[in-house]
C-alpha cells in the first residue's frame, strides 16, 4: 500500500506492528512479524531514514503520526515525480528538436507544414492547447473561430481557457487591436484577464493574426484571417523572423493596465473602462458594443467624463487623465 512512497510491504509491516503495539523492541517485532532481528532492525534503520519512526534513548523505535510522517513523505514524492516528469518533458522536447532538425536537413519542405481544411485545422489547434507548456504569444484580431459546439467563441470561455494556461506557468502575451473589440464585452474581459496576469497590450491596427507556442512552432493562417488554411511554421530561420516580428509589435503597442484604482478622487468602474477604451482609439459605435448601450447613451457618457475632466477634445481628455494618474 505504501510502497509509492518508498516503503516496502515489509518495512510498512513493521511500521503497522509499531502502531499498533505499546512500545515493542526489536525482538518483540521480529517474533511478530515472523523474521529475523537483523532483518527487523535494517527496516528499521530504514524506516527512521524515511523519517516515520525514531528511536529513543533505550535503543527502542516509536511510530512517528502518519498524519505527520506519511505526509510528508507523500509531498516529498509528489515534487520528486513532479520534477521528473518536467525533466523528461524537457527531454523530449529535445529529443523532439533534434529529430525535426534531421528531418530538415533531408527534407527542407517540412519547415512549413500546411493544413486545410476546417477539420483539420480545428483538430491540430485542440491538440497543440492543451500542450502548450511556457509562451502563448498572440497578434489577435478577428475573423474568430467558433468553438467546438459550432457556438461562437465567448467570453466566458475566452476567460478560462486563458486562466487555465496561466495556472500552469504559461506567459501569455496578447497585442490586440480595436477590431479585437468588436465581441460585446471583450475590452472587460481584457483587462479583467491584465489584472490577473495576461500581458496585454494594443495597436491601432494589426496587419495579421498570429501564434507562437514555446517559442517552437507558430501558426499562421493563410487565406482570408481565417483559420480554414494554416501554416504551421517548426524551428526554423521562419520561425526566428516570426518571433523577432512579434517583439517588434509588442514594443511598439500600448500596455492595457489591469483592475480598476481604489481612491475617492479616481473614476468609478464604468467610467476608468471607457477611458481605457478611448486610449485604445475605439469609436463611439464599438465601446457602445462593450458596454452594452445605445451608440447615442455611449456618447452621451464620453461627453460626460470629458466635461469631468475640462477637455474640450478625446486627445486633452486622455491627456488629462493620464496627469491625475487614472491612465
Not at 16 to 21: G, K, M, Q, T, V
Not at 189 to 217: C, M, N, Q, W, Y
Amino acid at each position: 500500500m505504501l510502497g509509492a512512497l518508498g516503503i516496502s510491504e515489509f518495512d510498512e509491516r513493521v511500521y503497522l506492528l509499531l502502531l499498533s503495539e505499546v512500545d515493542p523492541g526489536p525482538s518483540e517485532i521480529a517474533v511478530s512479524v515472523g523474521a529475523s532481528p537483523s532483518r527487523v532492525r535494517r527496516a528499521l534503520a530504514r524506516l527512521s531514514a524515511l523519517g516515520v519512526v525514531r528511536r529513543d534513548t533505550r535503543g527502542h523505535y516509536e511510530p512517528v503520526s502518519p498524519d505527520t510522517a506519511l505526509a510528508a513523505l507523500l509531498n516529498q514524492r509528489r515534487l520528486e515525480v513532479e520534477l521528473a516528469f518536467t525533466e523528461v518533458q524537457s527531454a523530449v522536447a529535445d529529443l523532439a528538436h533534434v529529430h525535426r532538425a534531421g528531418q530538415l536537413r533531408s527534407d527542407p519542405d517540412s519547415l512549413v507544414e500546411v493544413l486545410s481544411g476546417r477539420e483539420t485545422v480545428d483538430r491540430r489547434l485542440e491538440e497543440l492547447s492543451p500542450a502548450i507548456r511556457t509562451h502563448l504569444w498572440v497578434l489577435d484580431k478577428p475573423p474568430y473561430r467558433p468553438m467546438a459546439n459550432g457556438q461562437p467563441y465567448t467570453n466566458e470561455a475566452e476567460t478560462a481557457e486563458t486562466l487555465a494556461m496561466m495556472k500552469r506557468g504559461v506567459e501569455v502575451r496578447s497585442v490586440y487591436c480595436p477590431e479585437s473589440m468588436e465581441r460585446p464585452g471583450r475590452f472587460e474581459t481584457i483587462v479583467k484577464l491584465a489584472s490577473l496576469g495576461e500581458h496585454s497590450r494594443l495597436l491601432p491596427t494589426l496587419p495579421f493574426k498570429l501564434r507562437i507556442v514555446d517559442r517552437r512552432i507558430a501558426l499562421l493562417p493563410l487565406v482570408g484571417e481565417v483559420y480554414d488554411s494554416l501554416a504551421v511554421i517548426h524551428p526554423s530561420g521562419i520561425l526566428d523572423a516570426l518571433i523577432e516580428l512579434f517583439e517588434v509589435y509588442w514594443e511598439r503597442a500600448e500596455p492595457i493596465a489591469g483592475g480598476c484604482p481604489q481612491p475617492d478622487d479616481q473614476p468609478s468602474e464604468s467610467d476608468l473602462l471607457i477611458l481605457q477604451m478611448l486610449k485604445a482609439g475605439m469609436k463611439d459605435q464599438a465601446i457602445a458594443r462593450q458596454l452594452g448601450v445605445s451608440p447615442r447613451t455611449a456618447t452621451r457618457r464620453i461627453a460626460e467624463i470629458m466635461a469631468d475632466l475640462g477637455a474640450t477634445t478625446r486627445f486633452q481628455a486622455g491627456v488629462n487623465a493620464a496627469t491625475r494618474g487614472w491612465l
